[in-house]
């Protein structure tokens, strides 16, 4: 039986942000920029969501000289279709996705 | 640009790191990485912070959700390692029947200066535990003369003890009255399962027949019962010949008349504290019956030095059936610092830590195995070579 808990306010504001992104891959200061989210809630946050598999991250390779390489990441079809749920209301998202999605609350 | 405030990001940033479970070391570089990404100092700290915070948090939770998941195994290790050490099994099993005690006499009205008595005799008895425990490897190379040496006190309290109803078994020190026996008795018991020799034996009639002129009904059947079991188990003719010095004097106690009178909060409290509240009489009861515990886990588990831990058992089952049987004290759950004393000085003479029977040991040859010396292993430590 799925769980009914719903997301907190971080959680749908990040799913918002990743899924606007699309395929492209985004990093973890820009998102903590973009959803104004800050680093102690956004980190705990993503690795929920890849534990979930709603979340696929990658390393990319240094952008120049000295640099390090970064930690990228993108929603999974099953994070874009909570997302979509998300943004269609808490009650749809949980008989659409049948997901775990309270899970994904902090 | 403030450098410091950068290189503050950068430590902060190591020490969360450092917090991160190593499940989660993908993550903890993630974050690290990030840093160099942010070009304002002051962002990157805050960004630094936060990440902190978060490992922090996880960690905690890491921990948490460890400790939950070990907590059955190492309870389980706990009390596996308790049932192997009757001296601080029984300690625990004393004080946890004094406590219900405590909380008997006070929810019955006793006056305070029971409850302080009772307490007084438990520092006591745990401070001489303490002393016992230190002086292991000697404790027993005397046994047979600290016997004898006991016996005399209760000779001493047969003839010129304080006396009421015909029995003569207290002492008066200073305000308090103590009944000698069920100090000394105990711990004679003991002494003697542990190694009955000659001298031991001399000392244990002389007690039986102290007990018998006193007369002390219970304290004489807890020293026969003891001993009884002792010569049962070991078969030894010292052990037979003390068994009959006990029985004979239980008898003796038996034929002489005992009509002393209850004393509240001291004889019946079995039965008494059901009065004051049932859960106050299971917590009584409760108490009483952990008195054994001790004896009856050793035994259980198929622990050696099986003497001590019968005759204990034994001792203190008696103990326990003359209170529910008759006006005597009700050991430790009820007001008297004598038992308290006496049962805690018996419970430290017991092995520390009794040797479990090991039946998957591969055999030996018997001219191997066979061992001389019939002294537990500590006294012959403590013997010159």
């Known amino acids: 039986m799925p769980r009914k808990r719903a997301l907190s306010g971080h959680a749908r504001a990040l799913l918002a942000a990743l899924a606007s992104a699309g395929p492209r891959w985004s990093y973890g200061y820009e998102l903590s920029s973009l959803t104004a989210i800050r680093s102690g809630t956004l980190y705990p946050l993503l690795i929920r969501l890849e534990a979930q598999g709603y979340l696929e991250a990658e390393w990319q390779p240094p952008a120049g000289a000295g640099r390090p390489p970064r930690h990228a990441y993108r929603l999974t079809a099953a994070g874009r279709l909570l997302a979509r749920a998300e943004a269609a209301g808490p009650d749809r998202q949980v008989a659409a996705s049948g997901r775990r999605a309270g899970e994904a609350a902090s | 640009m403030s450098r410091p405030a950068r290189l503050l990001a950068v430590r902060l940033m190591s020490a969360a790191s450092r917090l991160l479970p190593a499940r989660l070391s993908d993550w903890s570089r993630a974050m690290a990485n990030e840093l160099a990404a942010i070009a304002d100092d002051r962002s990157a700290l805050l960004f630094a912070l936060g990440c902190l915070r978060a490992a922090l948090s996880m960690a905690i939770a890491e921990r948490f959700r460890s400790a939950l998941y070990q907590l059955p195994t190492r309870s389980l290790a706990a009390m ?49 535990w303490l002393a016992l425990g230190r002086t292991a490897g000697s404790r027993l190379a005397g046994a047979g003369v600290a ?84 010569a049962l188990e070991s078969r030894g003719r010292l052990p037979l010949l003390a068994s009959a010095a006990s029985v004979l004097a239980f008898a003796w106690t038996l034929v002489a008349p005992d009509t002393l009178a209850a004393t509240a909060y001291v004889d019946s409290v079995l039965y008494t504290a059901f009065a004051v509240h049932p859960l106050a009489g299971a917590a009584v009861v409760a108490g009483a019956a952990a008195l054994i515990v001790p004896a009856v886990i050793g035994l259980g588990r198929g622990m050696n030095d099986r ?79």
């Open chain 2, 307 to 385: 003497p001590a831990l019968l005759a204990f058992g034994a001792c203190w089952s008696a103990v326990l059936a003359a209170a529910a049987l008759g006006n005597y004290p009700t050991p430790l759950v009820g007001y008297g610092g004598s038992a308290v004393l006496g049962y805690l000085f018996s419970v430290a003479l017991l092995p520390a830590a009794a040797r479990e029977a090991d039946a998957r040991a591969p055999a030996a040859p018997v001219a191997a195995v066979r061992d001389p010396d019939p002294a537990p292993p500590e006294l012959r430590a403590a013997r010159p070579a």
């Open chain 2, 80 to 128: 596996n390692s308790l049932s192997t050490r009757p001296r601080l099994l029984g300690l625990l099993c004393g004080v946890l029947a004094v406590g219900v005690g405590l909380a008997y006499l006070e929810a019955a009205g006793a006056p305070s200066r029971h409850l302080l008595v009772n307490f007084a005799a438990l520092v006591l008895g745990a401070t001489a």
């Open chain 2, 147 to 230: 016997i004898l040496a006991l016996s005399v006190p209760l000779l001493l309290t047969a003839r010129f003890g304080l006396a009421a109803d015909g029995a003569s078994r207290w002492v008066a020190i200073g305000p308090l009255t103590v009944q000698v026996s069920l100090i000394l008795l105990p711990a004679m018991i003991i002494l003697y399962a542990r190694r009955p020799d000659p001298i031991g034996t001399a000392g244990i009639a002389a007690a039986a027949f102290a007990l018998a002129i006193q007369p002390d009904r219970a304290m004489a059947g807890a020293l026969a019962a003891a001993l009884v079991a002792v």
